[in-house]
């Protein structure tokens, strides 16, 4: 199984700050590699997919990058709103897995 | 809009058996597959199971597989989960989520549904 490794396990950060959250694979995952914020309470939501596209209606704010093996969530400019838990998670191989996830919380 | 509902959620008995459904619409359901994806109290997301638009092809996670099986009906779109041998570490939210348009990721996921395992 593919593992993915997440770090931060916890980010404390202000608003208006710019953010980068990392994803590791434990093999290369080539592009598939997706982005989620969860909010307490809450079903995820889908920010980005094949590691760089934005999913429609999320803020520019949010963009991905990178591929293989390392992956990279950077919010650019920290909105209220965006205070939640990220996960990544891959679709190269089944079992799909995901990250342990990254709490973000204002500081 | 997309809407995914599940239900059959509830307290069972460790050993026992229970299924779950997601009613689906506002999109075409039987051109997608369909996943499930669950959460224990306080802890990560954990990939269940997939099948694909047809009920062709089916896919478990390690933790699941001989116990769970991943079934759906296109004349109802209804997405089924049927679990059997239950025990405490099944204990969580299970979520629906539908297939994305350009690969296996989740576009849009349902509320979810709590059931727990104890005597």
């Known amino acids: 199984d593919i593992q993915m490794t997440q770090s931060p396990s916890t980010l404390s950060a202000s608003v208006g700050d710019r953010v980068t959250i990392t994803c590791r694979a434990s093999?290369?995952?080539?592009?598939?590699l997706a982005w989620y914020q969860q909010k307490p309470g809450k079903a995820p939501n889908l920010l980005i997919y094949?590691?760089?596209i934005s999913e429609s209606g999320v803020p520019s704010r949010f963009s991905g990058s990178g591929s293989g093996t390392e992956f990279t969530l950077t919010i650019s400019s920290l909105q209220p709103d965006d205070f939640a838990t990220y996960y990544c998670?891959?679709?190269?191989?089944?079992?799909?897995?995901f990250g342990q996830g990254t709490n973000l919380e204002i500081k | 809009q997309v809407q995914l509902v599940e239900s059959g959620g509830g307290v069972v008995q460790p050993g026992g058996s229970l299924r779950l459904s997601c009613t689906a619409s506002?999109?075409?359901?039987?051109?997608?597959?369909m996943h499930w994806v669950r959460q224990a109290p306080g802890k990560g997301l954990e990939w269940v199971a997939f099948?694909?638009?047809?009920?062709?092809?089916?896919y478990y996670a390690d933790s699941v597989k001989g116990r769970f099986t991943i079934s759906r009906d296109n004349s109802k779109n209804i997405l089924y989960l049927q679990m059997n041998s239950l025990s405490a570490e099944d204990t969580g939210i299970y979520y629906c989520a539908k297939n994305g348009h350009l690969g296996d990721y989740f576009d849009y996921w349902g509320q979810g549904t709590l059931f727990t395992v104890s005597s």
């Open positions: 506002g999109f075409i359901f039987l051109n997608y597959g």
């Open positions: 093999q290369s995952i080539s592009s598939w």
């Open positions: 094949e590691a760089s």
């Open positions: 099948i694909r638009f047809d009920g062709s092809n089916k």
């Open positions: 998670q891959q679709y190269n191989s089944y079992p799909y897995t």
